[in-house]
């Protein structure tokens, strides 16, 4: 079973940026469309943005121009790079299949962006 691990949230002050990555065990992963989504508190989860195994990539409206998607395939890793952290961003974020999550989701890192 494919087993997704989320890391490199934090707490950063607005304007900040963090990177976060998501380690995929299995072969699965360089076959797969790859993306981020995040879930703030009262709210449902949402996508922010995807990679295709080929490179190519989308981004949900309010991170286009901030966030910016990678991905190293050797290594079955996908990777969210946040700049200009605005305190709306501040979420759990999960990685997985994009734009439909058919993998079981990890537990996700948490982004806090506060002063």
């Known amino acids: 079973q494919v087993q997704l691990v989320e890391s490199g949230g934090g707490l950063v002050e607005p304007g900040g940026s963090l990177r976060l990555s998501c380690a995929a065990s299995g072969s699965i992963f360089s076959a797969n469309t790859m993306g981020w989504y995040r879930q703030a508190p009262g709210k449902q989860r949402e996508k922010v943005a995807g990679?295709?195994?080929?490179?190519?990539?989308s981004y949900a409206d309010s991170v286009k121009g901030r966030f910016t998607i990678s991905r190293d395939n050797a290594k079955n890793t996908v990777y969210l790079q946040m700049n200009s952290l605005e305190p709306e961003d501040t979420a759990v974020y999960y990685c997985?299949?994009?734009?439909?999550?058919?993998?079981?989701w990890g537990q996700g890192t948490q982004v806090t962006v506060s002063s």
């Open positions: 990679i295709t195994s080929g490179g190519h990539t």
């Open positions: 997985n299949v994009y734009p439909v999550g058919t993998m079981t």
